[in-house]
């Protein structure tokens, strides 16, 4: 598979009947904004929640629902349906599919697809609380997972029938993560161990008081994210964030610069390391035990010390990973400003991006130029999930 190849993976979903059936159609639209290609097959309980023509629309090709159909079969038989994909899903995974799965009937297109496939197969449960801890649920879930089923979720929560409990669908974007993280088997980036740090890094001045940077980290996550799509072994060291954990990466979560440096150093060897976290340059010189008070004698002095340099430490490491990329938030000047620390913190490139725009931090989309010993590459404005790709992609040429 080559670097771009991610736009020409393919997933067959496989849309059971069950409420959560209308989460599938936001799994389509995240899946398509990826660029991954889905062909959905609806089966006929799949059909009394959604309509194929909401799955056509959204997914841009054809909904299969019946086996045997003169029209489905003479398009693409049920073997072949079920070869044409990298990735079989199903989502919502019915207690019903699940027995059919786990004991290879194949009564209809659906089950009669599962048991043809020779593609990996992801399921997402969705079902009552009861009928998930019933033993015989519970046993088609042992086997499935025998037979080699990756599930995401089921979540605990409310449930429509006023219930609580576990057998909620995973949300889609846990089962896209997940999803993107299946198809990264066997990627460009296979056997490549990726150590990413993200979010920002908080120091504190008492129990209660904290020196910290303004980032949400979702750039950090994106890169991470899109690293393990291709089939790296990430490791993501996160400062503070409100963000969920993508599938597929091992996330260790610190507060400190000095503990973001212990946890990236444990992650070492490493082929790949990118520093996206916006690490606060100074902390408290003294860790006051108990709260400062307000007091008459006035603000205390604060006395800061230097924090380690993460991404300078990393590239002068006699571990140092094969490449190095830095981030430089830079107001003006950009590109200058990067190429200077490029030199100054010794890694192979920087992703400048342009904070003086507005919007960036926090924000959803980035506008960067990557700053090599080669020279400069100028990308347009674009989503921080598609910088992500296009820097993962990036990195996995690196690597051919
Ligand atoms: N970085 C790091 N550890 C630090 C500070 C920065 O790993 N203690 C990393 C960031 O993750 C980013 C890069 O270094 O990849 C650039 O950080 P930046 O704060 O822009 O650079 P500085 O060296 O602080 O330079 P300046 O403040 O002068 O722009």
Redesign the pocket.
Known sequence: MGASALSEKRVLLIVGGGIAAYKALELIRLLRKAGVGVRPILTAAGAQFVTPLSLSALAEDKVYSELFSLTDEAEMGHIELSRSADLVVVAPATADLMAKAANGLAGDLAATTLLATDKPVLMAPAMNVRMWEHAATQRNLATLRADGVVFVGPDEGAMACGEYGAGRMAEPPAIFAAIMAALGRGGPLEGKRAVI?AGPTAEPIDPVRLITNRSSGKQGYAIAQALAALGADVTLVSGPTALAAPAGVRRVEVET?CQ??AACESALPADIAV???????WRPQNLQGSKIKKGADGPPALGLVE????????SKSNRRPKLV??????TDDVEA?AAA?LA??G?DW?VANDVGQGGTLGGDDNAVAIVTSEGIERWDRMAKGEVARRLAARIAQEFQ
């Open positions: 740090t610069a973001m440096l520093c996206v976290a916006a690490v606060a340059d924090n380690p340099d993460i991404l300078a430490t990393l990329v830095g981030f430089a938030a830079e400003n620390k100054r913190k890694c920087i």
